[in-house]
Nanobody, 126 residues
Framework: VQLQASGGGLVQAGGSLRLSCAASGPAFSRYTMGWFRQAPGTEREFVAAISGLGRSAIRYSDSVKGRFTIFRDNAKNTVFLQMNSLKPEDTAVYHC???????????????????WGQGTQVTVSS
């Protein structure tokens, strides 16, 4: 499956952005989809993940819980990340990732995802 992330940009602190990740390929609904971010000089960090069909699990990192929402539209093969109340520390390149065979306990681990999008830059000014 191929993933294409979009929706990044420059926003002031307190603002909102919605990221999209469009997937091509069959059986998208069965894939666990995740969002990760990476700021310069840091390791890739888990942001949010949503499980595939039949396993209703959603996970958020503590740093974004209550501000970000992950959801998917299987009819459009797309997963979204709604980001509200953005902070300067949310500035990073955001990547979407997908995998068909993840178990719920590994949704937060980047190395367990087989497919990655190219990333979209999010910059939050203070």
């Amino acid at each position: 499956v191929q993933l294409q992330a979009s929706g990044g940009g420059l926003v002031q602190a307190g603002g909102s952005l919605r990221l999209s990740c469009a997937a091509s390929g069959p059986a998208f609904s069965r894939y666990t989809m995740g969002w990760f971010r990476q700021a310069p000089g840091t390791e890739r960090e888990f942001v949010a993940a949503i499980s595939g069909l039949g396993r209703s699990a959603i996970r958020y990192s503590d740093s974004v819980k209550g501000r970000f929402t992950i959801f998917r539209d299987n009819a459009k093969n797309t997963v979204f990340l709604q980001m509200n109340s953005l902070k300067p520390e949310d500035t990073a390149v955001y990547h979407c990732a997908g995998d068909r065979n993840l178990i719920v306990g590994t949704m937060t681990i980047p190395n367990h995802y087989d497919y990655w999008g190219q990333g979209t830059q999010v910059t939050v000014s203070s």
